[in-house]
Nanobody, 123 residues
């Protein structure tokens, strides 16, 4: 069982900032790559930013330069610092942990999800 505990969502004005946190168990944090996804009702869940176990970040083009993903090994927590927020960033944000394993002659991805936290950017 993989438990991901998210926090930090809320309501913010355009141009404002929020920081999301996602804590997990030590053995999960050290072995799983982690990411933040977001979803608008009726739309697909899309990756916003990811960070490997080695600390290498990746970003969606829509947030590059505004969002920063980081990880704190001492707390087994990842963060998503969101600056210069725009109304189109409004969504439910989900923490994700994943690992890849060999299965059936190929590679299988195991995904685990947090419960989601609402981010609303509005006047």
């Amino acid at each position: 069982q993989v438990h991901l505990a998210e926090s930090g969502g809320g309501l913010v004005q355009p141009g404002g900032s929020l920081r999301l946190s996602c804590a997990t168990a030590d053995h999960i944090f050290s072995a799983y790559n982690m990411a933040w996804y977001r979803q608008i009702p009726g739309k697909t869940r899309d990756m916003v930013a990811g960070i490997s176990t080695g600390g290498n970040p990746t970003y969606a083009a829509s947030v590059k330069g505004r969002f920063t993903i980081s990880r704190d090994s001492s707390k087994s927590t990842i963060y998503l610092q969101m600056d210069n927020l725009k109304p189109e960033d409004t969504a439910i944000y989900y923490c994700n942990a994943y690992t890849l394993r060999a299965a059936g002659g190929g590679v299988h991805r195991d995904d685990y999800w947090g419960q989601g936290t609402q981010v609303t950017v509005s006047q």
